[in-house]
């Protein structure tokens, strides 16, 4: 991707015949032909030099149009996908929220132009048609897609604390009604193209991107345009359906995030309350709820983290390495939940345990993952068959991963790597789940030690999104960097931490969790701790995270990482009398239908603010010295493996951040 500080300042749009990021032609049909293929860039994204092309383009099918020389225009990309959406790195040269509504309403205008063409506008879409590309989609008279499996439409932008803000909110309720398209922006839901087109955001499908070119052309030729939604769903538009629908959208917003923490949702609903009758009217008002949002704190943290999910990603060399199979040993919880995501991802999983029992209730909790994730029975099938139960391991020699998720004993482990680099092939890479054990202690019985490498996988499996890629004292680069491409392969973020006890995600989470139930033990209520954990941000208070992860698996970290005197603690009195968390029903909390019962009480709000920050202090603490110690690479790398290993509120950019602007807030004062 280009740089920022490349842009193009270019303000008055280029001649169509010195394009750099458009392709523009008109055929012997007498229809225009612009083809989005930005210069240099791997994926297409709407930045300052590819608006101004676009006008140029609209500029020129304008004046052919009031001269009869064009039957209509047919946007298309030149890439595997439409627009990803909007430039991001381009949002923070935006200073304040005149210079957003400057630039925001300019590209509105051309929208608009692109709505009033006297001739069929068509969008034709491949990949991700993603925020202000949808937006731009939506600008257009009809819209056709292709059924492939790379394409998604959607607005992400609740994800970077905005929303749509290019007439977006109007133009998609116009076309998919209000509850279709609130609900669109509200979750930042990506959507396959028969659900867009099911709603009315799209208005045609084909099977393949092969076909677009040819559909796009009869849609011109025959001068359609989309219907928009139904009249009953026009309704819903006015009170008092609308204030219905609202009172509906705030309730389960609110049951999600915070309104102080994520406003943008509730700013939107409230546009859509407020305006949500008027065209006119919601067009002006969302350009001026748009640009605060732009500018504040949260938008630019969680593009920060935005940016940070891209310098994951970039740790697996592209092309290098394409894992097609995966030998798993160890049939437990973890083991099990490991193969069958690989399983969702795509790959083929093979899956090893000496237990016939054990092995056969991973099959059954793999088929019911299949089946929240699949849509069809027939891909729920296909997906159950490349799960292959391997109780001998004579797919072992097949497999390009073989990761081992066996019992957490050293003299164990080192006897099954020593096993397995009998049978495995050349190239495959070697990884163990350990969460507490050394590499170069485990890869002591191998041959070639340099090959092992970590894979720290988080329970659950499906829903968590960092691997830890462990490199011991010894590991070979090339092996960890396979790592790293299995781990994007399989939709999750590579983090490369050193081989130490509790990696980087433990290490820093055991004594936040251990300060908590220090002060529960003192006398703090319970109920305050936690609710000062999510009034920060936290996803989960500490007191239930270790009611989750079990109070047996919190004293063995404590004591595996030295963090104090855990004997004779509330903690060990409650492991020693079998309860130890959600798993037996009672911990610090006692647990009812996976729910752990609360007291009813309320807190001063000064004092939960006050809590909040000394509670996560440890956590910040812990970082610093993680850092020191090179345990990562970088501050980023601290707040990427924090933000996404245990939930910190991505909100407030990751804790070195948080912890750097308190510190810059301060010298200020």
Known sequence: MTDTSSVDVQTTPPDVKDLKDWRFEIDFEDIAWAVFDRQGESMNSLGHRPTL???????????????????????????DNFIAGADIREFDNLGDTEQVAEAVTATIDLFDRIEKLRVPVVAAIHGYCLGGGLELAMACHYRIADREEGTRLGFPEVKLGIFPGLNGTVRSIELAGAMSAMQMMLTGRMLRPGPARAIGIVDQLVPTHHRLRWAARKAVLQKRKSKGAAWWKKLLRKAPFREFLVKQMRKKTAEKVREDHYPAPFKLIELFSEFGDSRRRMKAAETRLFAPLMTSDTARNLRRVFRLTEMLKSEAPKGTFEPLRVHVVGAGTMGADIAAWCVVCGMQASLQDLNDDQLKKAMVRAKNLFKKRFRTKRDVDAAVARLIS??????????????????EKLEIKQKVFADLETKIRPGAVLATNTSSLKIEDIAQSLKDPARLIGLHFFNPVPQLPLVEVIMGAGSREAEVRKGCAFVTAIRKFPLIVKSCP???????????????????????????IDQAALNFGMPMGPLELCDVVGLDICKHVAETLGLGPVADSELDRLVVNGKLGKKTGEGFYVWEKGKPKRQKVSFDEDDLVTLGRDLVKPLIDECERALSE???????????????????????????????RDKRAAEAA
């Open 53 to 79: 092309e676009l006008a140029s383009i609209i500029s020129k099918v304008e004046d052919a149009a009031d001269k009869g020389e064009v039957r209509g225009l047919v946007i298309i990309s030149g890439k």
């Open 390 to 407: 391997d109780k001998d391991g004579k797919h072992i020699a097949r497999a390009d991963v073989i990761i081992e998720a066996i019992v």
């Open 502 to 528: 509790g990696f980087l995600v433990n290490r820093v989470l055991a004594p936040y969790m251990l300060d908590a139930v220090r002060r529960y033990q003192e006398g703090e209520p319970r109920e305050k």
């Open 630 to 660: 090179r345990i990562v690479e970088s501050a980023d790398h601290v707040d990427a493996g924090v933000i996404f290993g245990t939930g910190f509120a991505p909100f407030r950019g990751g804790p070195l951040h948080y912890r750097n």
